[in-house]
């Protein structure tokens, strides 16, 4: 068992047993770190003193030092140096970001230690031995591995240059490593095996990428797993990677000292519900009525493609005050990690936009708000986004945006996973229905400057049903609940796309907008000349094909009306088996966690209407009804509806 620490306890650095050497004891004083967080006092002796580890505990709460800290102890207190060209100790990351931020505060770390940071920053060996360490002496040398920045070659190249003994990489690049006969990770060498985030690498689908790194490692080894929630998917993983592992898992308890939360104590998690036009404009005034006014502040949105087309029309909405960052998974290597730093080390208000490829283990100094556009499709990965803030001690605040209704019934589900949100009240916070109107005609104008940007917002819009549609609480989150010609204003779309869930639409998909589309350009000439040219052909197509088809061969409205409804009953069959062949291809586990969370999701969903039905009721009869969350929401709506 994990040691217990008393309320009392000092969790000073220098009261470990085994204690750290005296130039950890300085770096981590130098770097602010005044006393161990729960998780660093309660880990940190046990991966020290060779023991396997399962870390759960909340994000933000220092889980890095926990692991970096032993392996840095463990391989400066080796009687010999790791041999040239072995591997000491690996750190397995899922993003990245995660396995860049891991290996910056290694740096940081190793800055205090004269001989590691003399044989990082040397150029070659003889050059490190002209400062006065021979080749002989104790020290930790890191590589970073990731994919997609570098050529496996050259990840290569650089390993037999260096000869790193600690590798920190994401799991397909260091596989290609270890892959390599130049690569040795003997038993007399290897020492210590992390997983960091270890629930997101088996939701990114790297399964099999781990059992392929397991077999490539020695049995006789440390290894840690560390987590903010550790599923039962990890069983796997325990079974296969560990030997008697020691759990500690660090919980954070609310005010009252009964309920128990699973984010840090400093973070304030609440919700908004407001229509889909209301949105944007609420984002808006929540930066602008908070005060001191935030300095860094993430976005959260369902996709790749939402990021793409809104970092071109939330700056006009937010002016100069903000500066807005894009960053996504789609991003090239570079620009990710171009747009990241530039967040990270930015001076001035700074808006980030993003999907959850930012959601889990990145360690971003002074986030004080994290507001969720779109609520996650995993439900896991809620309590990850609220993270970004109200880290190690940090004041923070995030919010997450709800459509009215059925959408409201979110609020109960993260209650039952004990990740409880409460109620979005500021004195000054209003939108009106004028600030909506003002944010779709913002929008709108953009899109009509260039049809690049119309052909963006499309596609967005797209990609969000459809990662709607594929919510994990899905009767919460409905696709036919839907107000679609409210979406389409709240995006500044100039139409509804053509897309299978609006087959059965009867409003009006121009959105009441007017459009010449022949006449509506592209910027960029060279696109421009090719849709010109695309649309001569396709004129000079339909008029030979007029003239050529006899009267006889034209095909009956009926007739197109019976194909169309079978391309549709071919869509519902290829859809029901690929859900049947991904249910085949789920584990019992992960089978009985999904029943259960439909379950769970549908009993909240019925006392949710059941409440509904009764303060209905309530009302018709003129009995006095208690307050619901959703009612309380209202009520400042129509006192700011009476201000306006």
């Keep these: 068992m994990a040691p217990k620490l008393s309320a009392s306890s000092s969790r000073a650095w220098d009261g470990l047993n085994p204690p750290l050497s005296n130039w950890v004891l300085e770096a981590v004083s130098n770097l602010g770190f005044t006393r161990m967080t729960p998780v660093q006092a309660s880990t940190i002796p046990l991966f020290m003193s060779h023991k396997d580890v399962v870390v759960e505990a909340v994000t933000g709460s220092g889980k890095t030092l926990s692991f970096l800290i032993p392996i840095v102890e463990k391989l400066l207190r080796l009687d010999e140096p790791v041999k040239k060209h072995h591997v000491g100790a690996i750190v397995v990351s899922p993003t990245r970001e995660l396995a860049s931020q891991i290996y910056n505060v290694l740096l940081s770390l190793l800055a205090f230690h004269g001989r590691s940071a003399s044989a990082i920053t040397s150029l070659s060996e003889s050059e490190d031995n002209h400062r006065g360490y021979p080749s002989s002496a104790l020290k930790v040398i890191p590589q970073l591995l990731l994919g997609g920045s570098t050529t496996p070659a050259e990840d290569l190249s650089s390993f037999l240059k260096k000869s790193p003994n600690v590798l920190i990489a994401t799991p397909g690049r260091l596989l290609e490593l270890l892959s390599s006969p130049h690569v040795h990770c003997s038993q007399a060498s290897f020492e210590m095996l992390v997983f960091d985030e270890a629930d997101r690498l088996l939701d990114l689908g790297f399964k099999e990428d781990i059992q392929k790194i397991l077999g490539r490692l020695p049995k006789q080894r440390r290894t840690g797993l560390f987590s903010a929630s550790v599923s039962e998917a990890l069983d796997q993983i325990i079974r296969v990677g560990l030997r008697n592992p020691v759990k500690v898992a660090v919980k954070v308890r609310s005010a009252s000292g ?51 087309y809104f970092q071109h029309i939330i700056p006009l909405l937010l002016g100069d005050e903000f500066t807005v960052i894009p960053l996504h998974g789609k991003h090239p290597s570079n620009v990710r990690q171009k747009n ?22 990145l360690d971003i100094p002074s ?106 609480a899905s009767s919460i989150f409905r696709v036919v609940d839907l107000d679609w010609e409210a979406l389409g204003h709240a995006w500044g779309l100039l139409k509804l796309p053509k897309m299978p869930e609006l087959r059965n639409f009867k409003g009006d998909k121009s959105l009441g907008v007017a459009i010449d589309w022949g006449n509506y350009a592209y910027q960029d000439k060279q696109r421009e000349k090719n849709r010109q040219e695309t649309l001569q052909d396709g004129a000079e197509l339909a008029i030979q094909s007029i003239k050529k088809r006899p009267a006889s061969e034209s095909i009956p409205w009926s007739e197109n009306l019976e194909k169309r409804k079978e391309r549709e009953q071919r869509r519902d069959r290829k859809k029901a088996r690929r859900e049947r062949d991904r249910w085949e291809k789920m584990t019992e586990d992960e089978k009985r966690t999904a029943r259960e969370t439909e379950a769970m999701v549908e009993k909240i969903r019925k006392e949710a209407e059941l409440e509904r039905a009764r303060a209905k009721a309530s009302q018709n009869t003129g009995v006095m009804k208690v307050k619901t969350s959703s009612e309380a929401l209202t009520k400042p709506k129509i006192r700011d509806n009476q201000r306006d």
């Design 258 to 308: 009964v309920e128990e939360k699973r984010t840090p104590a400093s973070l304030q998690m609440t919700y908004l519900v407001t229509p889909p036009t209301h949105k944007l404009p609420a984002v808006n005034n929540i930066l602008k009525s908070l005060e001191p006014r935030p300095q860094k502040t993430i976005l959260y949105f369902a996709t790749c493609a939402s990021v793409d």
């Design 340 to 361: 990241f730093t530039r967040f990270v080390n930015s001076i001035t208000p700074s808006v980030l936009l993003t999907t959850d490829v930012a959601a889990r283990g």
């Design 367 to 472: 986030v004080d708000l994290v507001i969720q556009v779109d609520p996650p499709s995993d439900p896991k990965v809620f309590i990850h986004r609220c993270g970004r803030a109200g880290r190690a001690g940090r004041r923070g605040l995030s919010v997450i945006l709800l459509h009215p209704g059925r959408e409201e019934d979110y609020v109960p589900f993260l209650d039952v996973r004990k990740t409880p949100v409460t109620l979005y009240e500021q004195p000054d916070f209003a939108v009106s229905d004028k600030d909506a109107l003002k944010s779709t005609e913002v929008a709108r104008k953009k899109v009509l400057s260039d049809r690049a940007y119309h052909d963006k917002s499309q596609r967005a819009f797209v990609s969000w049903v459809r990662s709607y549609s594929k919510h994990q």
